[in-house]
């Protein structure tokens, strides 16, 4: 049989009715916690996960899986409606999502939303269905020091994605770095600024501290009525992108497909990472990049595209290698050994039904996704004629509930409540706090990488040139490099 | 007082309604809370769950599991020697936490803060290499790593983890010397094994597996002292005359020290049936992990005797307890 043919059996399993309602399930269910800050896919599929012993393997992981998309679906609501990340892949999405909707363009941008996730997330399953044994042994290939070098990259595009001065920016890259370095170090086990707590073993909490830095935040900014301007609720024509919106957003949602799909295969970050390359990649290509930060649709388009298109790519590892690359993944796995379902190399022999079910349902669950959301814009938009007196203090809750059902921890609503004020004082004047959560997540797995591959080579630094992954980043971090030395040379900058 | 005056009337209530009865409501009268201190989705959380359900069906009474993670398993084993010592809150941990962990982390509880129940059974770890590498069997490789002082990496759980002291155990009873990576777990470790960026695969059985079947891996040692059926060709330490230098990763039901002695007994028998039942055991081969059935007095000697071993392993590496 050829892959079509594999694929229409794929259909049939994942029409049957009980596994079209898992599916309906997992979607509505993954919105749901997506949409509500703090409680990401992690929190939603652990909730689910014992539910699913009694199911068959492709009932479970079709379900679970749908909470995983869904969650990366709803996650762009309160990012654009409030400046409230659902979850942390959505950063980005509060930058200049939110601006649209201040500009009474909230319903557009919710539209754009999820129709661009609806393509991202096609898109890559189009590409997981084509290339992912291909890919998974392209992935191997990035070892220690290739996740070096591509973190490098990543942190010197942080600085294009602010809106800030350049030296502000700086500042807030290092204070990002610094916070990066706390916790127990993962090569020697050295406890690091713990002050001997072992709250802090595990690192700052990044859920706690995004919330705070853009939700709290954003709160206590909307108190001080002279700075932040009320998003205007707009009436329902306004609904749905102008002709103009949509023609900007296309190319956007290609382009963040492709980036989204790619950068799902690098391990652990996937999400953050590719959301703000694409944001970079747009603001670079723009012919209007001073808009970028006060509502640019393509800035919008691109990044939510690419954070539901990484969904298809980060299910290659899992599927293919058997081994998950990120935390959501490692909940399918358990739930696929349970029932003595191997993903791996033989996962497409032992269980097509499994694997053609779950790219099957995926399609299906894309599809319901949008049909689900839609709707759902009106809805979500009307949110916003509530008075901030009584939203306010609802969200407030909502986030403080999200950030310690992570850890069920007090410790965290205690950081939550301190990167609040610290994000209110430095929006204040007027610093970018994105360039500050992003340094923190690329500059540990920066170090770690750098330490772990000069701890396999013995402290020769000739591991940083050696091996084709390696090679090839070093490349685009030299091309990273020269654009922005010669657009600072020539003047031309943004 | 208000509190002391409710509690009074409780107690009154209570002893009119169990006057024809025992003095004491039966245990468990309410739910029980099972603290996990690993994350969803891992082997622990999988098998807690797991024996949760069956004991729930004896018991008559709902196990609330609790996932606390954090620490690699101090953060929630903290919060456990620190419940109420009823029977009410209980722990299903892995025995890093408790044998490990101390050697490197100044964590605040020992063995006499809470109590063994019992323990369910174990998995092995097992270090695998490249079909080409030029050994087969456990004597071979051990040979190979002994004659190449520092030539060989191999990927490991983490710094100071069971997985570390487990191999460098074997390895200093050998008298090799092979240097550690250490990544953040076993998928991570063999992603990098696959990719060629360590030379030895070090970690648990089920993400290596598929791999081993694929034939992009052998593996020729464990650190149990018996073999593993799932896979044959690796040797037992038994087999190699180093029974004695077993380490595996276990699995185990604790209570806060002080709880009542008919409640521990009650839980030991509950949790050991639960264990041996025909369906645990079906969870527990399908992680790779072979059930062992032992009580309160052998788990508690395990875990004394554990902590010591792995004590002088921690300091003949020069790990410091921070």
Known sequence: MDSFGYLMNGFAVALTPTNLLLCLVGCFWGTIVGVLPGLGPLAGMALLLPLTFGLDPAGAVIMLAGIFYGAMYGGSTTSILLRVPGEAASIVTCIDGHEMARKGRAGSALTIAAVGSFVGGSLSILGLMVAAPLLAEAMLKVGPAAEAVLMATALLVVAFVSTGPAIKTLAMVLAGLALGTIGLDQLTASPRFMFGSLELIDGMSFVALAIGLFGISELLLSLDERLLQRPKTPTLRELLPTAAEAREAAPAVLRGSGIGFVFGLVPGVSHIVSTFVSYAVEKRLSKHPEEFGKGAVAGLAGPETANNATTGAAMIPLLVLGIPAIPATAILLSAMMVHNVQPGPMLLVERPDVFWGLVASMYIGNAILLLLNLPLVGLFVSLLRTPMGYLAPLVMVVCMIGVFSVKASSFELAVMAVAGIAGYLLRKFRYDVAPLLLAMVIGDRMEVGFRRALTISQGDYAIFTQGAAVQLFLGILALVACLQIGAKLLGYRR | ?322
């Open chain 2, 1 to 322: 007082m208000f509190a002391s005056a409710r509690t009074f009337a409780a107690v009154a209530v209570a002893a009119l309604a169990s006057l024809p009865a025992a003095a004491q409501p039966a245990y468990p009268a309410r739910p029980i809370t099972l603290i996990v201190p690993a994350p969803p989705g891992g082997g622990t959380d999988l098998f807690g769950r797991q024996l949760a359900e069956i004991v729930e069906a004896e018991f008559k009474q709902k196990l609330v599991v609790e996932n606390r993670a954090g620490g690699g398993g101090t953060v929630g084993v903290t919060q456990i020697v620190a419940a109420q010592p009823d029977g009410y809150t209980l722990g299903f941990i892995w025995n890093s936490p408790l044998t490990t962990s101390p050697h490197s982390l100044n964590v605040l509880y020992t063995p006499d803060r809470y109590a063994a129940i019992m323990s369910i059974g174990f998995s092995s770890y097992v270090l695998c290499v490249q079909p080409s590498f030029p050994a087969d069997t456990g004597a071979q490789f051990l040979a190979e790593v002994k004659a190449n002082p520092g030539k060989y990496t191999y990927g490991n759980d983490g710094v100071g983890g069971t997985m570390q002291l487990a191999a460098e155990r074997i390895f200093a009873a050998a008298g090799a010397r092979v240097r550690p990576v250490p990544f953040g777990g076993a998928g991570e470790t063999a992603r990098n094994f696959l990719g060629g960026h360590v030379d030895i695969y070090g970690g648990s059985l089920p993400p290596i597996l598929p791999h081993v079947q694929a034939g992009r891996a052998k593996c020729p040692l464990l650190t149990s002292a018996e073999g593993n059926p799932s896979l044959p060709g690796a040797a037992g330490l038994a087999s190699l005359g180093m029974g004695a230098e077993e380490t595996v990763l276990w699995w185990g039901l604790i209570a806060p020290a002080r709880t009542p002695k008919p409640v521990l007994d009650r839980l030991e028998a509950v949790f050991s049936t639960a264990a041996r039942s025909a369906k645990f055991g079906e969870a527990m081969a399908s992680q790779g992990a072979s059930v062992r059935v032992r009580g309160s007095a052998e788990t508690s000697a395990m875990i004394r005797g554990e902590l010591d071993a792995l004590g002088k392993v921690a300091q003949a590496l020069g790990i410091q307890r921070q």
